[in-house]
């Protein structure tokens, strides 16, 4: 139990699009999910706390109208880059918490590769 | 603030021997710690948990210890294999088990055959 999937694995796009990275509790409900980012040999750092339909809290330096995120479901965060750039080129990962099913503070996805050309 | 490290150090052992990894963490406050294993291309996976009422936590081939006093924390692999390679990161929440985590810095360990 627990499993947390992210949508997609891997993506390349060019500079200037927006990408929607899904991240879903498959077999619990989520009121709580978080967004990692992790830059190649370097820790995750957290992003925002996904809040089931309510605003997103940020981390500080972390731009809300650049990272949209929407957890309209109890299963379902997205998180959407908008207009890319190579800067914004890492590895996003999220978690969510499972609260009553399992003694793990948060369960995570295997993450998705943005890469912006 | 934030133990957060830029690049991660790295340690090699040979199969069958033990591996201590260790992490600081700066956050007086916290009072829940957890140990993850993260291979490549994946997202972190649990390997095991402290609280801070207590120093020391044993599971199936892994050791917990935590000094408060030092603010430090080690992972200790028994009977180290290649299939413990991986990066390993501690990570601290204040509070309840369910508050955010920061993460420390990290330690690459490689396993030789």
């Known amino acids: 139990g627990a499993v947390v999937s992210q949508h997609p694995s891997w993506v390349i796009c060019k500079s200037g699009t927006s990408v929607k990275i899904e991240c879903r509790s498959l077999?619990?409900?989520?009121?709580?999910m978080f967004w990692y980012r992790q830059f190649p040999k370097q820790s995750l750092m957290l992003m925002a706390t996904?809040?089931?339909?309510?605003?997103?809290?940020?981390e500080q330096g972390v731009e809300k109208d650049k990272f949209l995120i929407n957890h309209a479901s109890l299963t379902l965060s997205t998180l959407t880059v908008t207009s890319a750039h190579p800067e914004d080129s890492s590895f996003y990962i999220c978690?969510?918490?499972?609260?009553?099913?399992?003694?793990?503070?948060?369960?995570f996805g295997d993450g998705t590769r943005l890469s912006i050309l | 603030g934030e133990s957060v490290g830029l690049h991660l150090p790295t340690l090699s052992v040979q199969e069958g021997d033990n591996s201590i990894i260790n992490c600081a963490y700066s956050?007086?406050?916290?009072?829940?710690f957890i140990w993850y294993k993260q291979e490549s291309g994946k997202g972190p996976q649990f390997i095991i948990d402290?609280?801070?009422?207590?120093d020391k936590r044993q599971g199936q081939r892994v050791t917990v210890l935590l000094n408060k006093t030092v603010k430090h924390l080690s992972l200790q692999i028994a009977a180290t294999q290649p299939g413990d390679s991986a990066v390993y990161f501690c990570?601290?929440?204040?509070?309840?088990?369910?508050?955010?985590?920061?993460f420390g810095q990290g330690t690459i360990l490689t396993v030789h055959p």
């Open positions: 077999d619990f409900q989520a009121t709580t």
């Open positions: 402290i609280r801070s009422n207590m």
């Open positions: 990570a601290e929440t204040p509070g309840t088990s369910y508050g955010k985590l920061t």
């Open positions: 996904s809040n089931e339909g309510s605003k997103a809290t940020y």
């Open positions: 956050n007086s406050a916290s009072d829940y």
């Open positions: 978690s969510a918490r499972a609260r009553g099913i399992s003694n793990q503070p948060q369960h």
